[in-house]
């Protein structure tokens, strides 16, 4: 049988590198892929550890198209946070399991683990990462790229208005739903007050179809939901605004309504609030869940229960109805709708200012309404669900 480049693992070694912030289990004896430059590249991962915990010297360590295109927080976040558990910096230890390169002697793919020390059970492992590198070979020095755009490369592109969108078979892109989606982003500019957003739209299979393409062989959050998605703030131009969906389709105005609301929220912005207002301007993740569908299900569950809406502002109380719905977005949906219909984009911006703690005072008073009557109000407009 004929070999080609075959990439063995070999057993577990530690090697002595100059500040000794990785481990590493590439042996060249057992290994039939002999990695050129491997010292050099595993210098420039180590010190990518190094300096860990100042973002900013992180972001230099790569290419500058990359810096362009991603910015600071795509980029350098999951080397960033890799010490962030119990306070302990050194807790998860980075292993790079393997190295290969995809152009001989120019660019490498890395795979890292990042493994903890005392491996309790069920949290040896944090996250499986992947991270491109480039070998300089005039200088002998590596930066390094991210691996979503390796992982790209054979998508298809398209922009349609000002949505930049990937998605992996052209067959299946719909561009009926991204011009759909290009309208919904023009109507939130007109109701926000706020310039049309350029975002570039990644359209996935599943959780899992995301993950890998930001990189993650594995990660806690892939085991989460099977559909869904996520938004992230990128570099520049479209990627600016980035828009991961797990839902195989090319419309989910949910999270692009997150971009807007962002523009009046801040730290002590509550869930209810952000992920209300998001409910109600775009439903959720799959088709079909409109906030309509959400208030439908919420008032059958108010009344089988006996609830008290107002008693779930706070999101350790809240809970999920079924398997699409909860009480977090449809309890704020709701209020969302009755705040806006009220007092409009104004209303919501008061609404997006207030603490958790303090989001039934007001509530009441952006309402005008006594705090002892803000649950009869509530229910009397979910009652038209």
């Not at 992180?58 to 350098?76: A, C, I, P, T, Y």
């Not at 070998?135 to 930066?143: A, L, Q, T």
């Not at 301007?281 to 108010?302: C, E, I, R, W």
């Not at 609830?307 to 977090?328: A, G, Q």
Request: aromatic fraction near 14%.
């Amino acid at each position: 049988m004929k070999l080609n480049k075959i990439f063995l693992f070999s057993i577990f070694i530690f090697l002595n590198l100059k500040s000794q912030h990785i481990y590493n289990n590439i042996d060249n004896k057992d290994n039939l892929n002999i990695v050129p430059h491997k010292e050099i590249i595993l210098d420039a991962v180590n010190d990518l550890f190094t300096i860990k915990n100042n973002p900013n010297d992180l972001f230099k360590q790569f290419d500058s198209q990359s810096q362009k295109r991603w910015g600071r927080s795509e980029l350098v976040g999951t080397i960033y946070k890799s010490g962030w558990l119990r306070d302990n910096s050194e807790y998860f230890k980075p292993t790079v399991l393997g190295i290969i390169d995809l152009i001989p002697s120019e660019k490498y793919y890395i795979k890292l683990a990042l493994i903890s020390n005392d491996h309790p059970q069920g949290n040896s492992i944090q996250v499986i990462y992947n991270l491109i590198a480039n070998y300089d070979s005039k200088n002998k020095k590596v930066n390094f790229s991210k691996f979503t755009d390796w992982y790209i490369r054979d998508w298809y592109s398209e922009q349609v208005g000002n949505i930049l969108y990937y998605k992996r078979n052209k067959k299946t892109f719909s561009e009926q739903q991204a011009h759909n989606l290009d309208e919904f982003n023009k109507e939130l500019s007109e109701k926000f007050g706020i310039p049309v957003k350029k975002i570039t739209y990644f359209s996935c299979v599943d959780a899992f179809d995301v993950y890998h393409l930001k990189g993650f062989d594995y990660a806690p959050n892939m085991f989460f939901a099977r559909h869904g998605g996520l938004v992230s703030y990128g570099g520049e131009g479209s990627y600016e605004h980035i828009i991961y969906s797990a839902n195989d389709n090319e419309f989910y105005p949910h999270e692009l309504s997150h971009f807007y609301i962002d523009e009046f929220s801040n730290n002590d912005t509550s869930r209810l609030a952000s992920e209300g207002i998001a409910t109600y301007l775009g439903g959720s993740g799959k088709p079909g869940l409109t906030y309509q569908h959400h208030l439908s299900v919420l008032n059958n569950f108010v009344k089988q229960n006996n609830i008290k809406i107002n008693d779930m502002f706070i999101e350790s109380k809240m809970k999920m109805i079924d398997s699409d719905v909860s009480t977090l977005y449809s309890i704020g949906a709701l209020v969302a709708k009755i705040i806006y219909e009220r007092n409009g984009i104004n209303g919501w911006k008061e609404f997006l200012l207030l603490k958790e703690s303090s989001l039934h005072k007001g509530i009441s008073e952006i309402l005008n309404v006594k705090e002892s009557d803000l649950n009869a109000l509530i229910l009397s407009e979910l009652n038209k669900f």
